[in-house]
């Protein structure tokens, strides 16, 4: 068994992964383009890898679907999306990078690409670039990249994520018919200084709302509200997605699929392994598909997707169980790859409580999840979670807003280097971990504090694998 390689997450057979693209739901199936090195386990000669599956959960991995084009001027394929264009024809676009005058900074175009056999293989328009830096006049947006393309009544509309004047933004654009594109309007820019670049920017309709996800180089960020007819966004809810940022969720995208639910996934990044080389030929997974929704006060709600209960093996529960004053329970269910469903209810002001995660049986590598409704936040904890002392150690921190009396809901997801934690589904954090020893597959919860905490029910499951695993180099 590889000891950090994710069993249930999606990631490519070896080599480098980040972004996910152009998630595309067609004829019955899940479609996953994603950023992709073919060359090694390092970022570098970004291309667009290509899988799809029937279940969201057994990918069939297909040939490269973009390669940069040398002979263009291309050096690499950046982020963008996919639809369907008239004639029910598969398009991609995306942005296209070069070097000198076609770097990332200033340089950056959008491209379109096309497909007539099924997906399989992919041309790059002729008209290349669909849209250059010079649609903004005298406008000087930089680092221009990540179009993100929809179907608004009529006419395309596309989102392209830079930067202007110091401030992150959303720059948005229109066409009839997806090669020819202007300039409509600047959607929003950041409201935070610290927020000077926005990438990836998504933006749909969900629940009567739009939505706005943007990825400015540190934790993922999202705004609900209302799209105006002036092609401007007017926010009126703010909420951070995950504050995981590059210790495991960055630049999410987001499909629609036959039933009309939204689901999106997330790069969960490989730089908390920090030097440790322990898992070599293999870099970058995504998150588990998650169902997104709105709240009643116009938070977003992402849910890990129902399928994944297809993947339940082994199970253990427990129910009505009240521990205090440091009390704990070890599950006898071990692994690494595991899913875990808390109803707790909180029954006083000194409810805290934490689960120990992927921990040996004397705590020397020990995975720590904390809650602590009194202050508000819960945390990952990671200074023990690897023997190694070349892994990212630094501890991550979420909101929530629980009190006394109240029920909240906490799911657990393992996957030996990943873990995805959800408070009540509107607090999340996604993040990296490399236990050493093949005994830290032990799960536990326990009181914290001087209160107590009652635990109406203690749900876990074993995960099964959703492929083989590939050969390791070497």
């Not at 970004?46 to 969201?56: F, R």
């Not at 020819?180 to 309007?185: D, F, G, M, Q, T």
Request: a negative charge; hydrophobic letters at 35%; charged letters at 25%.
């Amino acid at each position: 068994m590889n000891l950090y390689r994710p069993i249930y997450h999606f990631l490519p057979p070896s080599n480098w992964m980040n972004d996910p693209n152009g998630l595309l739901y067609y004829q019955g199936e899940y479609h996953m383009f994603y950023q992709y090195n073919p060359n090694g386990d390092e970022w570098g000669t970004i291309h667009w890898g290509h899988a799809k599956s029937k279940d969201l959960l057994h990918w069939e991995h297909l040939p490269v679907a973009l390669a940069p084009s040398p002979e263009l001027g291309e050096e690499h394929c950046f982020s963008g999306c996919a639809v369907i264009a008239p004639d029910d024809v598969p398009t991609l676009f995306y942005t296209s990078i070069g070097s000198g005058d076609r770097g990332y900074e200033d340089g950056a175009e959008q491209w379109m690409a096309t497909s007539t056999d099924g997906m399989m293989s992919w041309n790059k328009h002729q008209g290349n670039p669909v849209l250059s830096k010079e649609v903004h006049g005298e406008l000087n947006i930089r680092d221009w990249r990540d179009p993100y393309v929809w179907k608004h009544g009529e006419q395309w509309l596309m989102v392209v994520g830079g930067k202007h004047n110091g401030k992150g933004c959303a720059m948005i654009y229109g066409s009839d018919d997806l090669k020819a594109w202007k300039l409509l309007n600047k959607l929003m820019e950041a409201e935070r200084a610290e927020e000077y670049l926005w990438e990836c920017p998504i933006f749909f309709p969900l629940d009567g709302k739009y939505v706005l996800i943007y990825s400015p180089k540190d934790a993922v960020r999202y705004y609900t509200g209302t799209f105006n007819d002036d092609f401007t966004f007017t926010p009126e809810r703010h909420g951070i997605l995950d504050p995981s940022g590059w210790e495991g969720f960055y630049a999410p995208n987001v499909m629609e699929d036959g039933e009309g639910r939204k689901l999106l996934w997330a790069w969960m990044p490989e730089f908390a392994r920090g030097e440790f080389d322990g898992a070599k030929g293999w870099a970058g997974a995504l998150t588990v598909p998650r169902t997104l929704s709105l709240t009643e006060t116009g938070a977003l709600r992402m849910e890990p997707v129902q399928e994944l209960k297809q993947l339940r093996g082994e199970y253990e529960s427990t129910s009505d169980l009240t521990l205090s004053g440091g009390q704990t329970l070890t599950f006898k269910t071990r692994g690494r790859g595991i899913e875990l469903l808390a109803e707790i209810v909180l029954t006083d002001a000194n409810s805290s409580f934490g689960f120990k995660l992927l921990h040996t049986e004397d705590d020397e590598e020990c995975t720590l999840l904390l809650f602590e409704p009194a202050r508000q936040r819960f945390i990952v904890d990671r200074s023990r979670s690897s023997l190694s002392p070349l892994t990212h150690r630094m501890e991550l921190q979420g909101e929530i807003n629980w009190q006394t009396g109240d029920k909240a809901i906490v799911h657990i997801l393992l996957d030996h280097s990943l873990l995805e934690v959800f408070a009540d589904y509107e607090s999340c954090l996604s993040t990296r971990m490399y236990p050493l020893s093949e005994d830290s597959n032990r799960i536990s919860v326990f009181a914290a504090g001087s209160g107590s905490v009652t635990f109406r029910s203690l749900q876990v499951w074993t995960l099964d694998s959703i492929g083989p695993e590939p050969h390791q180099p070497g």
